[in-house]
């Protein structure tokens, strides 16, 4: 009898046994199978997470951010013990103990699965776990997936100490709004660092771990208010916070950023504009556009902020007054349907998600609002973030739209969105009323930039960012004009010419496919034998055309593009004249290289780049300085900055031609237009029916310029260089000045000055003065030539008519704005397009 007993239970011992031996081979051949291929856990070891590329301002504030997932990577000593507390109650109690998966929490998860019969199944996943089927596994929901991610969160368990586990698994965990990791879900929902999250709140972020995509705060709140109680409920069982903390907790309400109780973090920072979306386009094309959006780049920019909304104010003022002065009502293009205006809440909500500008502060902000009624003498409108007065909507006057040409009523209809701003006081800022205003259709650019560093103060690529983030500055590539000139005339100094050097003003006949050219000067008239100087300063096309032909065009393309202002411009004599397309950015840039004597100099938009370990990986500015490092230097001693740039061009050369382009401000075609307390240089530019027009100017330290023209090209009333854009300039300048200051242009020390006629061209004694008087600049130990006269080639009719400077150089026009400006005529160019004008 005990025999059989025995040999029953010995039997059954050996079946378990042979059965336990089999299941573990079984198991660990399972193990083995799924384990020869898995991805080694060394790739945590350099994890470098997609994270928010910074871009600051000199002054080291935030000005824009750049990122596909918005993660704020955070180590793991940095990470205040609340919020570790917080996701390891919610996710995995036992984190601390277990060896990377959690036993008791399956066989918990099993059983509920089962006594539900399949309707409540919940993940058993450890912390360890998750972050392996993050970062190493794909998000099926597979049995060889769940397998593999055992044996990797058994291996990573050995390999790596808690804390750097967790440090992983809480900076990439998704946590809903593209927020990714807990640094970057504290600014998303309560515009916090980690360090200041109340437990409340370090709890809801733990509870979005699980459903982050329903348990928003507004739309899912009860469900969010129960899940992160139930949080706070788990940290104070394990005894991470106290029941008096738990108590204070649990009835705090759910106040986030996207309930409206706090301030979105998006709003302490500019709107995105021009300069920083060119910085991204820009960087992108230098890192590639997944490191710029992924590698958690710190970005040094150059902008200087104040200098940038004047450029943006002095541009925008520039294009709505021309726009103004045409009469034409164009508005948004966007109406609200009649439903929308049953009562104010539906055309609120409406209005919000109107697609209109929101980015313009000229003079008062720019601000949407919705046509609500109209009367005889009144427009009432709803406007966007602004009570009605009394119960009734706001009023713009019928005399504030005196400017639009037609019947009143014939431009608006209810339920137009329209752009209104307050008009204030000038004294005191006091309100007046409301007064209408719509964009421009008429776009322009507007660039300033540091002469010796090449660093960009400021870049405007249109009236409105958001209206078009197309950049006119570095995108648009248009005719400069007669901005082109002065590389025209840079060719010639370098070419033996002189400022004093006679050239023929006559007719001119070219021909080119079959067809015959003749060029002509703004004015249609004729001036015979004169100087360079006056050439450039009254903008003489005949004159630069004859110049062209002499020194050669292949002499002219080659100047042009050792300026990098085109890559390849094409020989022919039209180019001479601005013919060619070409971009503000590279007409500043070369302009710059003017001002500082003739060194090459590159523009920027950064001073340096930091990768996310703090690792400079570009710097701008090559220049050494060889004292800066002392305590002290002698009273009126600056640092001695060495540089190491290429010289482009004579420095004789540079200034001979910065002293004829401070002609064209102080009696030429910009004379009008600026009036500066410093030295200032510049070139007017009018394309061929005043489609593009241009003026670049530049003092001893800042070189900008302006473009202002239609996006599909057609002529602009009244338009010209020193009508349209020299007063941009002119505005930008006189605050710039305020800042950076100016003085007189560098004079090198290969110069010997000797008085001139500037309108004979005919030498004078030292002791000559007036109007007519200019001293030029002549290279030191060559004797200038007079006398000798210069026709590029072309006859010159005996009996031509010519005329003096003075009865010919200009008429008088009222611009847009009333005010008045100097042109020429219109001439005909054949069926040949010559470019610049004047």
């Not at 005196?402 to 329209?418: A, K, M, P, Q, T």
């Not at 200032?680 to 473009?707: E, H, L, M, P, R």
């Amino acid at each position: 009898m005990f025999r059989f007993i025995f040999s029953f239970f010995g039997g059954i011992f050996s079946l378990l046994t042979l059965g336990a031996i089999m299941a573990g081979l079984g198991l660990g051949g399972i193990f083995y199978a799924y384990g020869r291929d898995l991805p080694s856990i060394e790739v945590l070891a350099q994890y470098t997470p997609a994270t928010i590329s910074r871009v600051y301002s000199a002054e080291g504030r935030i000005i824009d951010e750049f990122a596909t997932e918005r993660r704020i990577f955070v180590p793991a000593e940095e990470i205040p013990d609340t919020v570790k507390h917080a996701f390891v109650s919610a996710e995995d109690q036992n984190f601390y103990t277990h060896p990377g998966y959690d036993v008791r929490g399956m066989a918990a998860a099993f059983v509920d699965a089962i006594e539900s019969r399949g309707r409540d199944i919940r993940g058993a996943s450890t912390i360890t776990q998750q972050v392996m089927k993050n970062f190493l596994l794909d998000g099926s929901r597979t049995a060889e997936r769940k397998i593999k991610e055992l044996i990797l969160a058994t291996r990573i368990e050995r390999a790596l100490d808690k804390e750097h586990i967790l440090e992983l698994y809480l900076n990439e965990i998704f946590l809903g709004q593209n927020s990714f990791g807990v640094a970057a879900a504290a600014q998303t929902y309560y515009n916090k660092p980690l360090s200041d999250l109340t437990p409340a709140e370090a709890a809801y972020l733990a509870a979005l771990a699980q459903r982050p995509g329903t348990l928003h705060p507004v739309r899912d709140h009860d469900d969010a208010i129960a899940r992160r109680n139930y949080v706070l409920g788990r940290m104070a069982e394990d005894g991470y916070i106290t029941q008096d903390q738990l108590s204070e907790a649990r009835p705090e309400p759910l106040r986030t950023v996207q309930s409206g109780d706090i301030e979105p973090f998006r709003r302490s920072l500019p709107p995105r504009d021009y300069f920083t979306d060119e910085i991204r386009r820009q960087l992108s094309a230098r890192y590639s556009e997944e490191e710029f959006f992924t590698g958690g780049l710190s970005v040094r920019a150059t902008i200087d902020p104040e200098l940038q909304a004047v450029a943006a104010q002095a541009l925008q003022r520039a294009l709505e007054e021309f726009d103004r002065g045409q009469g034409v009502w164009r508005g948004t293009g966007v109406t609200l349907p009649a439903e929308a205006l049953a009562d104010e809440e539906a055309w609120r909500a409406a209005l919000a998600s109107a697609d209109v500008p929101r980015d313009i502060a000229l003079e008062s902000e720019w601000l949407p609002a919705v046509v609500l009624d109209i009367a005889d003498q009144s427009l009432f409108v709803g406007i966007e973030g602004v009570p009605l007065e009394g119960g009734e909507p706001q009023v713009v006057p019928r005399d504030d739209i005196s400017w639009l040409r037609g019947d009143f009523f014939d431009n608006f209809e209810v339920g137009d969105v329209v752009m209104v701003r307050r008009m204030i006081t000038d004294s005191d800022g006091s309100f007046i009323r409301w007064t209408l205003r719509q964009v421009p259709e008429i776009e322009g650019a507007f660039m300033a930039m540091d002469v010796n560093t090449g660093r960009v103060l400021a870049i405007q690529g249109g009236f409105s960012y958001q209206h078009s983030v197309f950049n006119r500055a570095t995108q648009a590539y248009r005719q400069p004009g007669s901005a082109f000139k002065p590389f025209v005339y840079a060719a010639a100094l370098d070419s033996g010419y002189t400022p004093a050097t006679i050239i023929v003003d006559a007719p001119i006949e070219i021909t080119s496919g079959g067809e015959i050219w003749r060029p002509q000067n703004a004015s249609n008239q004729f001036y015979g034998p004169t100087p360079l100087r006056t050439g450039i300063e009254q903008s003489r096309n005949l004159m630069t055309v004859r110049l062209a032909q002499e020194i050669g065009m292949d002499t002219v393309a080659e100047y042009a593009e050792r300026f990098g202002v085109y890559d390849n411009l094409q020989q022919v004599l039209s180019s001479a004249l601005g013919a060619d397309e070409t971009t503000l950015f590279r007409i500043v840039a070369a302009y710059a290289m003017f001002a500082n004597g003739g060194e090459r100099v590159e523009p920027t938009l950064v001073d340096r780049v930091q990768d996310r370990f703090g690792n400079t990986i570009y710097r701008h500015d090559p220049r050494s300085c060889d004292d800066c490092s002392l305590e002290s230097l002698p009273p009126g001693e600056a640092p001695h900055i060495r540089s190491n740039r290429d010289r482009i061009m004579n420095a004789v050369t540079a200034y001979q031609l910065t002293s004829m382009m401070e002609g064209v401000v102080q009696r030429g075609t910009a004379a009008r237009a600026i009036n500066l307390p410093v030295p200032i240089a510049g070139k007017t530019g009018t394309t061929n029916d005043a489609k593009d027009v241009w003026f670049v100017g530049f003092s001893s330290n800042i070189a900008a310029g302006c473009y202002i023209g239609y996006d599909t090209p057609r002529s602009i009333p009244g338009g010209s260089g020193g009508g349209v854009c020299a007063p941009v300039f002119q505005e930008f300048m006189a605050e710039a000045i305020q800042s950076y200051g100016g003085g007189p242009f560098n004079v090198p020390a290969d110069c010997q000055f000797i008085k001139i006629d500037r309108f004979t061209g005919a030498r004078l004694p030292s002791s000559a003065s007036g109007p007519n008087v200019v001293a030029e600049c002549f290279r030191a130990g060559e004797e200038p030539l007079f006398g000798i006269t210069f026709d590029g080639g072309f006859a010159m009719a005996a009996d031509l008519p010519l005329v003096d400077e003075v009865r010919a150089s200009s008429r008088n026009v009222t611009t847009s704005t009333g005010e008045t400006a100097t042109v020429g005529p219109k001439p005909s160019y054949g069926a040949l397009s010559s470019g610049g004008l004047y």
